[in-house]
T-cell receptor, first 112, second 115 residues
Framework: AQSVTQLDSQVPVFEEAPVELRCNYSSSVSVYLFWYVQYPNQGLQLLLKYLSGSTLVESINGFEAEFNKSQTSFHLRKPSVHISDTAEYFCAVSGSARQLTFGSGTQLTVLP | NAGVTQTPKFQVLKTGQSMTLQCAQDMNHNSMYWYRQDPGMGLRLIYYSASEGTTDKGEVPNGYNVSRLNKREFSLRLESAAPSQTSVYFC??????????????FGAGTRLSVL
């Protein structure tokens, strides 16, 4: 069995400030990790993924996440956020089965 | 590029009514999934189909049935809707065939209210 914990349900931050959205997981097997983003009234879009190799992964719009096996974490960071980053962010883990297990989500609100 | 298409986008039902949510993908994916999204609970898997002709229960299957009509289409049926099934429903698809190919792509969702 696997589970995902997103500790912060709401994260307000001012424009151009840095942000970190936290994700911790538990699993008895090796995992693949994902961050998805959901803009208002839309479906989920894949933001970035860790499958193997380098533990630091980056997206095309400036987000990055680091897989930390010892701390079982996959936190999402961005050094300078924009208004357009306002959305809900979901961390997800894929373990031994094909299924994804999602966290409860973090609403990022970027304030002007 | 259509990707994953869900119909309808919105639906209001009365308790006890039935309906079918439709999902189609044009990416030649083997695996398809149905999730529900409720506030503060993330997405929970209802049913999935690893390949054409197979379906399996997920975390919350009670009150739902599914049909994998062909490789492209995967429908979700509510036989007798209940207010607890008020939710946003998402369909997703993936290549399948192993975890590395299990990157899931999502539709825009169906917002269902049961009165």
């Amino acid at each position: 069995a696997q589970s995902v914990t997103q500790l912060d349900s709401q994260v307000p931050v001012f424009e151009e400030a840095p942000v970190e959205l936290r994700c911790n997981y538990s699993s008895s097997v090796s995992v693949y990790l994902f961050w998805y983003v959901q803009y208002p009234n839309q479906g989920l879009q894949l933001l970035l993924k860790y499958l193997s190799g380098s533990t630091l992964v980056e997206s095309i719009n400036g987000f990055e996440a680091e897989f930390n096996k010892s701390q079982t974490s996959f936190h999402l960071r961005k050094p300078s956020v924009h208004i357009s980053d306002t959305a809900e962010y979901f961390c997800a883990v894929s373990g031994s089965a094909r299924q994804l297990t999602f966290g409860s989500g973090t609403q990022l609100t970027v304030l002007p | 590029n259509a990707g994953v298409t869900q119909t309808p986008k919105f639906q209001v039902l009365k308790t006890g009514q039935s309906m079918t949510l439709q999902c189609a993908q044009d990416m030649n994916h083997n695996s398809m999934y149905w999730y529900r999204q409720d506030p503060g609970m993330g997405l929970r898997l209802i049913y999935y189909s690893a390949s054409e002709g197979t379906t399996d229960k997920g975390e919350v299957p009670n009150g739902y049935n599914v049909s994998r009509l062909n490789k492209r289409e995967f429908s979700l049926r509510l036989e007798s809707a209940a207010p607890s099934q008020t939710s946003v429903y998402f369909c997703a698809s993936s290549e399948g065939g192993g975890r590395k190919r299990n990157i899931q792509y999502f539709g825009a969702g169906t917002r269902l209210s049961v009165l």
